[in-house]
């Protein structure tokens, strides 16, 4: 009974839509009505701009953290062992993804993701935050950073030989790409939105 309690708790935690929420309180904006349509960070970033867009995705990233840290908090075991805690962090998820709050609609997972990982293993996430960031810098785009992230962060889990870890990176970057389908389209299309910085943006602009 505490274990599927605690489940509940990590969903709710997940499908908490921070982006809807914050645009709505302080921007009296509902950001799903404008840019992409999206409940997440760099729809947030587009919509509301830098410092709410900061604030949605540490918001994001901590409800992943608080979620897989519950069975810790609150001494719960399964058959799952060591890896219970990535368990919580996949409810979290699908409360982000399949949110209660949101018409069981929601964001593409990347920053609960993060999260998750942060409480499951820190020095994973710093490697996953350091490959992000310099994707992003690479590319100048979110999205194709997202996914060769999560991509290269399960073969790493992999040459570590985390199993558990491996098995839902993988899943994670299957359905980060299924979730980013529309932006692969516009990235071979050469239409994929920037971030106004970075290798690719300048290449883009060099081209004008």
Request: charge should be positive; glycine fraction near 10%; charged fraction near 10%.
């Amino acid at each position: 009974m505490k274990l599927f309690g605690l489940l509940i708790v990590a969903y709710l935690l997940g499908a908490i839509p921070n982006g809807v929420w914050v645009g709505k309180a302080f921007f009296q904006t509902d950001i799903r009505q404008s840019g992409s349509g999206n409940i997440g960070t760099t729809n947030t970033y587009r919509v509301l701009g830098p410092y709410a867009g900061t604030a949605v995705m540490v918001l994001d990233i901590a409800k992943g953290s608080v979620a897989t840290l519950l069975p810790t908090l609150f001494h719960v075991t399964t058959i799952l062992g060591t890896a219970t805690p990535l368990l919580f962090g996949l409810f979290a998820i699908l409360g982000h993804t399949v949110s209660i709050f949101d018409h069981f609609k929601g964001g593409k997972a990347v920053a609960t993701s993060a999260g998750m990982l942060l409480a499951y293993n820190p020095l994973m996430f710093v490697i996953a935050a350091g490959l992000w960031v310099s994707l992003i810098y690479w590319t100048s785009m979110v999205s194709l950073a997202s996914m060769i992230a999560f991509s290269l962060i399960t073969l790493i889990s992999l040459a570590f030989q985390d199993w558990y870890l491996t098995g839902i990176a993988l899943v994670l970057t299957i359905f980060v790409f299924y979730r980013h389908r529309s932006n692969i389209q516009r990235i071979r299309q050469g239409t994929e939105s920037m971030v106004p910085f970075g290798h690719g943006y300048k290449r883009r602009q060099a081209q004008k």
